[in-house]
């Protein structure tokens, strides 16, 4: 693992990034509402790509003053056009790194960090291959939906009976490059026993499958 910071905002943001050898391609994580790169469910599913040939990168896609100032008024979380800006920005930086830039690059988003992934992605879609959201937002998208290129798989537990609905309409504007799948006996933070395997199991192939081949130099 490496720690970076990326330039995306005055000061960098700060995040983790690995890359294991012979890398298919990497996956940038957005996370959701108040949370950071070290979400334990984030880091699960990052080893779990990690062990089909993904590299991974967590960033904190805001600031520690920032985080400090959302805790308290819980603003900034929801701001999806400030987290898609950063994210793009990520994108960029990833695309110029010596070790980022010769790989496919897949989005990852949980919970409101998933309307930011899909929004980076309708910006960037000659950089985005994939995307895959997890008890997603994608909803809060809103008109970008109808711009995302990038095949999209819709993860949502089966207990989470509001975010299905929102998903579902989510999945009628993306159109044919979204697939919605429902994970049986899971809530909104798949926290029931072998719902979050389930989650990184499907992720991973769906990565791996999406991101064959590396985006030109």
Partial sequence: MREVSVPVVEGGLVGDVVVPSGAVGVVLFAHGSGSSRHS???VAVARALGARGLGTVLVDLLTADEDARDEMTAELRFDIGMLAERLAGIVDWMGADPELGRLPIGLFGASTGAAAALVAAAARPERVGAVVSRGGRPDLAGSSLTAVRAP???????????????NEQAADALGEVAELRIVPGATHLFEEP???????????????????QPHPA
Avoid at 152 to 166: K, N, P, R, S
Avoid at 195 to 212: C, I, K, M, N, S
Wanted: glycine share 10%; net charge negative; aromatic share 6%.
């Fill in 40 to 42: 334990p469910r984030n």
């Fill in 152 to 166: 999209t798989l819709l993860l949502v537990g089966g207990l989470d009976e509001q975010v299905i609905t929102l």
């Fill in 194 to 212: 072998g719902t979050l395997e389930q989650v990184a199991d499907q992720a991973g192939a769906w990565f791996v499958t999406h991101l064959r």
